[in-house]
């Protein structure tokens, strides 16, 4: 079974509109941490945002931010007033337990449109 | 974070020919980590490397094909071995820098593309 599903393969969106990425999770360990990145075709991972399994609070960064809902192991990121710029590849991935490695999903492309 | 360089940035390669790859870390970093991307696909890592000690490799890899330095806590390399046009890919290194709540949140380089013709 796959740890991280994107069920999304790619999006297109309006320039400045809202966007949610989803992202659900499978783990049996209650500790553990959720990570977003994206990848412009330049083919850097740039990291966005990350999510603790013991925080209460969304996380959120700038026009990034997390709608995190753990009864529902799910994890979307939501990026406010899109902009052009925003069009790459969106990963989310997952560390947990005791575990030094991330476990990526296989992605979302965002096409933003101007 | 951490300032992640790697070298080449790309290249293209002949089949059966070798590459090495450089990762260079402008801090001190325990863990180092190699990923590789194949076209259209998410990150796989290929190994762990602890400076001082051999390389931890994920299932699927192997130190003859893909064999790795870690010489000093500030640099590795990572060598593609014997190649082929399926390791045609992106390589990434990545490092662990700043904590994020309970986690240290992983900072890659910037890749190396691949070619194998």
């Known amino acids: 079974a796959q740890k991280i599903t994107q069920t999304q393969p790619g999006m297109f969106v309006q320039e400045k509109e809202a966007v949610t990425l989803d992202c659900t999770y499978d783990t049996s360990d209650q500790s553990y941490g959720l990570f977003w990145y994206k990848q412009p075709s330049s083919g850097e991972m740039i990291f966005l945002i990350y999510q603790g399994s013991y925080d209460e609070q969304n996380a959120t960064e700038g026009r990034y931010s997390l709608n995190f809902q753990k009864a529902r192991k799910s994890a979307n990121l939501v990026i406010s007033a899109s902009q052009l710029g925003d069009s790459a590849m969106y990963f989310c991935a997952m560390r947990e337990g005791e575990d030094d490695k991330i476990i990526f999903g296989k992605g979302t492309r965002l096409h933003i449109l101007p | ?117």
């Open chain 2, 1 to 117: 974070s951490a300032v992640i360089s790697q070298k080449p940035s790309r290249d293209i390669c002949q089949r059966g020919t070798s590459l090495t790859i450089q990762c260079q870390v402008d801090s001190q970093v325990t863990m180092m980590f190699w990923y590789r991307q194949q076209p259209g696909q998410s990150l796989t890592l290929i190994a762990t490397a602890n400076q001082g000690s051999e390389a931890t490799y994920e299932s699927g890899f192997v130190i003859d094909k893909f064999p790795i330095s870690r010489p000093n806590l500030t640099f590795s390399t990572l060598t593609v071995s014997n190649m082929s046009p399926e390791d045609s890919s992106i390589y990434l290194c990545s490092v662990e820098g700043g904590t994020s709540g309970s986690y240290e949140t992983q900072y890659f380089g910037p890749g190396t593309r691949l070619l194998v013709l």
